[in-house]
């Protein structure tokens, strides 16, 4: 395990990688068990190496389907992290959890990230299914995931708001009408309700 964490010490450069974190990660889950990656993700999260945490981010969200704690360390431990590129891999990794059990079985966990007090955590969900109808299950079922991101035009988290507000643009881009429909309800009194609008009617300005 130490070998691993000197080898990635070594292959990470000391600028962003976040192409060599990837793959390194997708590499060792591949090539061992998930008890493997269960020792190894606590001991990369040990690091002073903000990549090599991210590599065991990345583990933890691809084997919390087997080890439910895993989801726990990304919900409690790695959304409190100051760096906002562990909360991009934060997203990434709770996304990897989601495509492996399925986005529909994983409908109730994505539910209450939504629904979470920290702002981490529920932008964590908005940018991690990005583009949500890209996303088996959400690309048959679009309006859930306009009703779910919708829920958030007023968070009160600008940086919430914003990932809500680009979610929906993304979707419109191939569910206008829909889209169109939903920002045609809003109440458009407050200014953060406003912004999302603007952000998530981008493309379809037409309709509106």
Not at 96 to 103: E, F, H, L, R
Request: proline fraction near 3%; hydrophobic fraction near 40%.
């Amino acid at each position: 395990m130490k070998e691993y964490v000197e080898y990635l010490s070594e292959l990470i450069p000391e600028k962003d990688s976040l192409k060599i974190v990837k793959t390194e990660a997708k590499k060792y889950y591949k090539e061992h068990s998930a008890e493997d990656c269960y020792k190894m993700y606590p001991i990369l999260w040990q690091s002073d190496n903000f990549q090599i945490q991210e590599v065991g981010v990345f583990l933890a969200g691809y084997i919390a389907d087997e080890y439910p704690d895993c989801l726990d360390f990304l919900h409690d431990v790695v959304s409190g992290h100051e760096s906002w590129k562990v909360q991009e891999i934060l997203a990434m990794a709770f996304d990897n959890y989601c495509a492996k059990i399925g986005y529909e079985k994983a409908l109730p966990v994505i539910k209450a990230w939504f629904a979470d007090d920290t702002a981490n955590i529920r932008r964590a969900v908005s940018e991690g299914l990005r583009v949500w109808t890209s996303r088996p299950y959400f690309k048959e079922h679009p309006q859930e995931a306009i009703d779910l991101l919708a829920t958030h035009k007023n968070d009160e988290s600008e940086y919430v708001r914003k990932s809500a507000g680009n979610c929906l643009r993304d979707i419109s881009k191939k569910f206008p009408e829909l889209v169109a429909v939903e920002l045609n309800r809003w109440d458009l009194s407050t200014k953060e309700v406003r912004q999302v609008y603007k952000l998530a009617g981008k493309f379809v300005e037409d309709c509106l």
